[in-house]
């Protein structure tokens, strides 16, 4: 496992692999049941589009309340202008949506180890940098889901995939020092890691009857993470998971980039991607309309200078209707709006054939119709891409795709019936199982919690 762990995260021989720690799970609490394993730490998943919280209590795993009742909350943060406020998950989302003015913020996951991490927001007449903003939501995540405790835990396994940035581990750690340091800002003191599909998997374990080659695909807002791990109720109760987990890894590709890529193929042409400029052979920058389409971007082109740019880019296109309504999506504040648009079409074409795209509410004279077979058409190069990792891990687990009697599917991006699709191509005997698709990894984590602090 070790070297596969080298292999997997790209890690050169010699250097120390903080991750065995993950893997190795803990050395204790030997022969204990889910339910036995009793202790006062969480699991967090803090995803890209959603976060949750797990504990295991008498009960066993089980996810915590966050927000009215709610166990599983967008991430997201709302600063208000008006009253100057911070409010986080549902409400942050609910006052965006109420037309609130002030600053929203999506996707901040995806900020881990990039360059933008190191920049600042700005709020009002204040500057935000990143580690603040992430700290702030673990702070929230913690204290909301310890309101039925007598005091929210200060020991924490937070998840994390398989790679935060893919083809750099340099980053990746970066990424994985950055998270962690927002959560002892956030009040953890004892904080460990555990991959999002390790997770998946333990969760999945508790509702096995006999031992089984699981394929576990968790494919959420930023994220397609794999494992195959062999899984049974026995092997539950052992601390010790090396030599159980054959093979996981990941690849950046998620729902956001779902979103990016639909925005980009039907709506931003028609604000002016690859409009024309009335100088010969330029077009209106690019770098526009891709910010406009990735959540995590979209705050940036508030700026008053972006606003600025923009207004000068009307007055040189050759196709200003186009731009007018760049700009008016801008200075009306609606991107977010736009692309949960979008999001909402995409997610409706997991059930139906076709859905409306209306933007009328974003400041656009806009109404399109999108078919299922379209919106695959777009991700064509996403989904190739995820058939390959699963290939990979298959390969590096040393197994035929008939080895893996059970595929458990969790992320809300694993909805999709062409990712379904893509998924069972590839293990093609394998069962397909539904998980919970919003807790799996925070119960998972939860399990690992407990039996990392048995002693807390
Ligand atoms: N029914 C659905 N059909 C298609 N996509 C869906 C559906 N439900 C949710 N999604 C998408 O799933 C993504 C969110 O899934 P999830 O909450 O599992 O991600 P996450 O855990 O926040 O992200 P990550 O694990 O990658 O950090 C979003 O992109 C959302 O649009
Ligand atoms: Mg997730």
């Known amino acids: 496992m070790e070297n596969l762990a080298r292999g997997v995260l790209g890690i050169p021989p010699g250097r120390t692999i903080v991750r065995e720690l993950d893997i190795a799970i803990a050395e204790h609490n030997d022969t204990m049941t889910g339910a036995q394993r009793m202790t006062f730490a969480y699991g967090v998943d803090f995803g890209t589009s959603n976060s ?38 549902q409400e942050a989302l609910e006052r965006y949506f109420q037309r609130e003015s002030g600053r929203y913020l999506r996707a901040i996951k995806s900020v881990l180890g990039t360059k933008l991490f190191e920049e600042t927001t700005q709020v009002q007449r204040k ?45 990746d750690a970066t990424a994985e020092r950055q998270l962690e340091a927002a959560a002892r800002a956030a009040g953890f003191e004892r904080i460990a890691f555990q991959f999002e599909p390790i997770a998946a998997a333990l969760d999945y374990e508790q509702s096995v009857n006999s031992e089984q080659i699981a394929f576990v695909a ?44 639909l925005a980009l193929a039907r709506v931003m042409p028609a604000l002016g991607l690859r409009s024309p400029l009335r100088r010969k052979g330029m077009n209106a920058p690019l770098r526009y309309f891709h910010d406009l389409a990735t959540w995590h971007r979209i705050g940036f082109l508030y700026d008053p200078n972006v606003l600025t740019e923009v207004r000068g880019v009307l007055r040189d296109s050759a196709e200003p209707e186009r731009i007018k309504r760049l700009l008016a999506v801008l200075e009306q504040r609606k991107g977010h709006e736009l692309l949960a648009a979008v999001e909402s079409a995409k997610i409706e074409l997991s059930q139906a054939d076709l859905a409306t795209l209306d933007l009328v509410d974003c400041a656009l004279d806009i109404c399109l119709q999108i078919t299922r077979t379209q919106l695959e058409a777009t991700v064509a190069s996403s989904l ?9 891990v ?24 062409f990712v379904q699709q893509t998924i069972a191509a590839a293990i093609p005997n394998g069962r397909l199982i539904a998980g919970d698709v919003f807790g799996s990894v925070a119960k998972g984590l939860a399990l690992d919690a407990a039996m990392r602090f048995a002693d807390q």
């Open 52 to 89: 949750s919280v797990g504990i295991c209590d008498a009960a066993g795993p089980h996810l915590l309340p966050i927000q009215n009742g709610a166990t599983s909350v967008p991430t997201a943060l709302f600063f208000s202008f008006d009253d100057d406020s911070t409010t986080f998950g």
């Open 127 to 171: 500057r935000y940098g990143f580690s603040e903003i992430v700290a702030a939501f673990l702070r929230f995540l913690r204290s909301a889901a310890g309101d039925n405790l007598t005091a929210p835990p200060t020991s924490v396994v937070l998840g994390r995939p398989a790679f935060f940035v893919d083809d750099d581990p340099e980053a």
């Open 218 to 261: 968790d494919i959420g807002g930023g994220t397609s993470d794999f494992s195959v791990v062999r899984v049974s109720p026995e092997r539950a109760r052992s601390s010790d998971r090396r030599q159980d987990i054959l093979g996981f890894a990941g690849v950046h590709i998620g729902g956001t980039d779902f979103d990016r890529q």
């Open 384 to 392: 190739h891409r995820i058939r390959s990792r699963i290939d990979d």
């Open 394 to 417: 298959l390969r590096m687990a040393g197994l035929t795709p008939d080895a893996v009697s059970a595929v458990f599917l969790t992320g809300g991006a694993t909805r999709m019936p």
